[in-house]
């Protein structure tokens, strides 16, 4: 079981370009919420996708936004970047009804310049 | 409103020491609390979690931490710590759909 991947592991983009951002659960598992870590702060919850809709959303604007597949994989998009953008940016897939357990991928180390 | 307050936000301590790392939250409902670890470039780890039972619950790596309803607190403890525990330590709290609040963490820094 390869647990949750994330890819690309980094990535550089400049202000305003868009970005995007993939995210496999683990096997079996149904739900998948994105975080963003900048640095020196704990994870913040951005939305949470379960049966291919948004469930729940954090404080993030609109520039943020997903899509999950029927294969429960996903994708976080941005668009017009900001510098403020940069972050660790962080996938968790869990299992409805089972333990809150929630598994984190390595996350993708997004820089904006 | 659910939020989480690790009060300590860097803990230097001597190898083989204890250290107790405090983390207190905020909530008007039940809830469930964990403590996750995070290693240099990498994502997070679970080190334990408490959902339900038994207050003290028990972690990988040695960690055991004790749930507090009174005094709102979960705070994370280990006996003797090793070198390979440093890390950033996050508690966090998840009261609905698996929607994690995470405190801004506490760097354990053990020192040969």
């Given amino acids: 079981d390869a647990g949750v991947t994330q890819s690309p592991t980094h990535l550089i983009k400049t202000r305003g370009q868009q970005v995007t951002l993939r995210c496999s659960p683990k096997s079996g598992h149904d739900t998948v919420s994105w975080y963003q870590q900048a640095l020196g702060q704990g994870p913040q919850f951005i939305f949470q996708y379960y049966e291919e809709e948004e469930r729940q959303r954090g404080n993030f604007p609109d520039r943020f936004s997903g899509h999950q597949f029927p294969n429960y994989s996903s994708e976080l998009n941005v668009n017009a970047l900001l510098l403020g953008d940069s972050a660790l940016y962080l996938c968790a897939s869990t299992k409805t009804g089972v333990g809150f357990e929630a598994f984190f991928g390595q996350g993708t180390r997004l820089t904006v310049v | ?112």
């Fill in chain 2, 1 to 112: 409103a659910q939020s989480v307050t690790q009060l300590d936000s860097q803990v230097p301590v001597f190898e083989e020491a204890p250290v107790e790392l405090r983390c207190n939250y905020s909530s008007s409902v039940s809830v469930y609390l964990f403590w996750y670890v995070q290693y240099p470039n990498q994502g997070l780890q679970l080190l334990l979690k408490y959902l339900s039972g038994s207050t003290l619950v028990k972690g990988i790596n040695g960690f055991e931490a004790e749930f507090n309803k009174s005094q709102t607190s979960f705070h994370l403890r280990k006996p003797s710590v090793h070198i390979s525990d440093t890390a950033e330590y996050f508690c966090a709290v998840v009261y609905n759909f698996n929607k994690f609040y995470f405190g801004s963490g506490t760097k354990l820094n053990v020192k040969p």
